[in-house]
């Protein structure tokens, strides 16, 4: 069974930090896409960052490029996002999601390709 778990949700102000965790069993996690979605209130769901974990490349959505960090501790099958300088409109649901690859289209990242998601952690940022 498939277990995606994530933490580190918190509320924070504006130009903090936080670090996400996603740990994953269950799961052929070698070689496979992990990526890091959120869902803000009245928002779609956006894709923030992916990692694949057989190579380690990463790639970001613009809205976070440069403040946010994907990283990866293959011995404990787990995902992070560090996230810095926090902004309000970073407030949603960050979710985890695992899939086989990391399907970027159009600068997007598409989670209808993911197979396996998590329950979610919420981040709210104050202003």
């Known amino acids: 069974q498939v277990q995606l778990v994530e933490s580190g949700g918190a509320s924070v102000q504006a130009g903090g930090s936080l670090r996400l965790s996603c740990a994953a069993s269950?799961?052929?996690?070698?070689?496979?896409?992990m990526g890091w979605f959120r869902q803000g209130p009245g928002k779609e769901r956006e894709g923030v960052a992916s990692?694949?974990?057989?190579?380690?490349?990463?790639d970001y959505d613009d809205s976070v490029k440069g403040r946010f960090t994907i990283s990866q501790d293959n011995a404990n099958n787990t995902v992070y996002l560090q996230m810095n300088s926090l902004k309000p409109e970073d407030t949603a649901m960050y979710y985890c999601?695992?899939?086989?690859?990391?399907?970027?289209?159009?600068?997007?990242?598409?989670?209808?390709?993911?197979?396996?998601w998590g329950q979610g952690t919420q981040v709210t940022v104050s202003s």
């Open positions: 999601a695992a899939g086989r690859w990391c399907p970027w289209y159009s600068d997007k990242l598409a989670g209808s390709e993911f197979e396996h």
């Open positions: 269950g799961y052929t996690y070698s070689r496979s896409c």
């Open positions: 990692i694949y974990t057989g190579s380690g490349v990463s």
